[in-house]
C-alpha cells in the first residue's frame, strides 16, 4: 500500500515523487558496504535505524502527529496580517444575563457546519497567500485539467484568490453532497499531508484541483455513505469521471494511501481551526438556552456522570484485594 505505483495504473502515468540525489545514494551504499564482512551476506539496517525520529517525524508530518503545529496556523502567523473579517456591530454581540444564557454548540465532536467550512477556506487562503514557492503537478493544473469549459484567464497562476471564492467554492461542494463539518476539518488534514507529503504548494493554478481531491478522499473515508465520483461530475457539470477517478488515484498515491487520521490530530486541527478564528474575529454563533437545550445538556451530564462512576467502581474492585490481606510476613533477622 505504500508503494507509489498503484495496480490500478502504469507507471509512466504516476507522478514522480522528489527523490534523492545519485550522490546521497551511493554514500548509503558505502556506508552499508563497509560494515559489512567479505565472507558475510550485505549489512542491512535494522528496522530501528531506518525508521524516522519521532522528534523528525513530527517537525516534517504534522498532519500525522499530533505534537506538531499546523502550517496553517503557521503561515496565517507569519507576515503579522490578519484576515479582516467585517463584524456585524457591537449591536449584534451577545451577551449572557440573569434571564437569558447563551451557549457554544460548536464542539469537537460536533462542530458547526458554516463557521467550519469558514475556517477551514480562510486556512487555505493563508496557504496560498503565504505559499513559499509554485511547485506542482500537471493533474492539478486547472488550465491543463479545466473544472468548467469558461476559458481560464491568463493571468489564473498569479491573481490569489479571495476568501469569499474559496469559501464558496467549498460550500457549494459540501452544500450538494450533504457532507458533515468533520469532512472539513478532515479535508483540510489530507490536503496539508499531500503538501508535505508531495513537496507542493497550493497556489492560484491547482489550489481548486486540490481542494476538490481532499474533499473527494475525506468523503469516502469519513462518511458511511460516501459520495461517488459521478455525483461530483453531476455537481460540477463539465468535468468528466474519468478525469475524477485519476485525480484521486494520483492523489492517494501522493499521500503513499496513508488515509489514517488519529484522534489526536483531528483534536488539534479542530483547535487551531477555533485559533485561527479568534485571530481573525470569526465568531462563532452563539445560541440562547431554551428548556429543550437544557434537558439534552443535562441528559449528557448524566450520562457522563454514570459513566464516570462506572470507572471509579471498576478501579475499586481492582485496588479492594489490598484490604483483604491478613498482615504481612517478615523473615527473622539473624544476628552474627
Known sequence: MGNTVSCCGSPESSPQLPSRQPTERLEELQTSTEVSDDNTVPYLQHISDREVPDELASES?????????????SKSQTDGEQYT?????????????????FIDDNTVSQPNLKSTIKCVTLAIYYHIKNRDSGRSLDIFDEKLHPLSREPVPEDYADVDPEHKLIYRFVRTL?????????????????????????????CPANWKRIVLGAILLASKVWDDQAVWNVDYCQILKDITVEDMNEMER????????????????????????????????????????????????????RLCEDKYKDLSRASMRRSISADNLIGIRRSNAVLS
Open 61 to 73: 508530518n504534522p498532519s500525522d502527529h499530533a505534537r506538531a503545529g499546523t502550517i496553517f496556523l
Open 85 to 101: 473579517h467585517v463584524s456585524p456591530g457591537p449591536l449584534s454581540k451577545k451577551y449572557s444575563s440573569c434571564s437569558t444564557i
Open 174 to 202: 459540501f452544500s450538494a453532497a450533504q457532507l458533515t463539518a468533520e469532512c472539513a476539518i478532515v479535508t483540510l488534514v489530507y490536503l496539508e499531508r499531500l503538501l508535505t507529503y508531495a513537496e507542493l504548494d497550493i
Open 250 to 301: 494520483q492523489f492517494l498515491e501522493l499521500l503513499q494511501f496513508n488515509i489514517n487520521v488519529p484522534a489526536s490530530v483531528y483534536a488539534k486541527y479542530y483547535f487551531d481551526l477555533r485559533q485561527l478564528a479568534d485571530d481573525n474575529n470569526l465568531n462563532f454563533p452563539l445560541e440562547p438556552l431554551n428548556n429543550q437545550r437544557a434537558q439534552k445538556l443535562e441528559a449528557i451530564s
